[in-house]
């Protein structure tokens, strides 16, 4: 099953588990978004509709970033007229959770839940000397400074 959804003036394709990068959404509660354009929906094999009931797309985001920079340059030759300007346009990532039409729903499988790593602390070694102060370590000498070469007689 998949849907035609609109969102930020361009068309998506889309199922339950995709993930797409749209322009950058506003957000509800818990990182919940639901497209309401729905342009058409795939109920079985080779069949395509045109909702006309109530047809809606959930997702959620999984990431807000913006994109690679885009370099602008305007330049007119021969009136010293240069202008340069850079862009980064906002996105959205966002996973496809569940698409419903006409009664069925069909949502995307669970994905497994990311425990937190611990940390790996580095083993603590303590070396106890009666007696004596922590021993030093000697530096290496240095070599010798480089002589500089004679100059060449002519």
Do not use: C
């Amino acid at each position: 099953m998949y849907a035609v959804i609109r969102s930020g003036g361009k068309q998506y394709r889309v199922a339950p588990g995709d993930v797409i990068r749209v322009e950058k959404l506003a957000t509800g509660t818990d990182n919940q978004v639901e497209f309401n354009d729905v342009l058409a929906v795939s109920a079985s094999e080779g069949e395509i509709a045109r909702p006309q009931s109530e047809a809606r797309v959930l997702g959620e985001v999984v990431e807000e970033s913006r994109g690679a920079k885009i370099i602008v340059f305007h330049y007119k030759r021969k009136k010293q007229y240069k202008k340069l300007r850079g862009h980064r346009q906002a996105y959205s990532a966002v996973r496809i959770t569940e698409i419903s039409y006409d009664g069925q729903s069909f949502k995307a499988p669970e994905l497994p839940k990311k425990e937190p790593k611990a940390k790996k602390l580095a083993p603590v070694v303590v070396e106890a000397q009666v007696g004596k102060s922590p021993a030093k370590k000697k530096s290496a000498k240095k070599s010798a400074a480089k002589k500089a070469t004679p100059k060449k007689k002519k």
